[in-house]
């Protein structure tokens, strides 16, 4: 049984950093690319960053590129992601998941080519 589960959220004021972790199990890791996704009340969930199996390409979303940094550690089967500058309406449910594409496929931004999916966990980030 595959299980993603989410790590690292909490309240934290505009400015300030959280990292997030995401704990794999039940897959083999390095086989599946990650994505970061996040869902803000009342929005659609969105695009936040994906990484390569073996961590070497990352793609990140416009408004977060320079201020969130995603990285793994396959020995570990954990994905990361760094939150620097945080800004209010980075306040969302962030969630990782699994996805058997590869990032230069394009396709890591959809939420149609994840295979597995976290539960999420909550970042707030105060103004």
């Known amino acids: 049984q595959v299980q993603l589960v989410e790590s690292g959220g909490g309240l934290v004021q505009a400015g300030g950093s959280l990292r997030l972790s995401c704990a794999a199990s039940?897959?083999?890791?390095?086989?599946?690319?990650m994505g970061w996704f996040r869902q803000a009340p009342g929005k659609e969930r969105e695009f936040v960053a994906a990484?390569?199996?073996?961590?070497?390409?990352?793609d990140y979303e416009d408004s977060v590129k320079g201020r969130f940094t995603t990285s793994r550690d396959n020995a570990k089967n954990t994905v990361f992601l760094q939150m620097n500058s945080l800004k209010p309406e980075d306040t969302a449910v962030y969630s990782c998941?699994?996805?058997?594409?590869?990032?230069?496929?394009?396709?890591?931004?959809?939420?149609?080519?994840?295979?597995?999916w976290g539960q999420g966990t909550q970042v707030t980030v105060s103004s």
């Open positions: 998941a699994a996805s058997l594409s590869s990032v230069r496929s394009g396709r890591l931004s959809r939420l149609t080519a994840y295979d597995y």
């Open positions: 039940g897959l083999t890791f390095s086989s599946y690319a």
């Open positions: 990484i390569s199996r073996y961590g070497r390409v990352m």
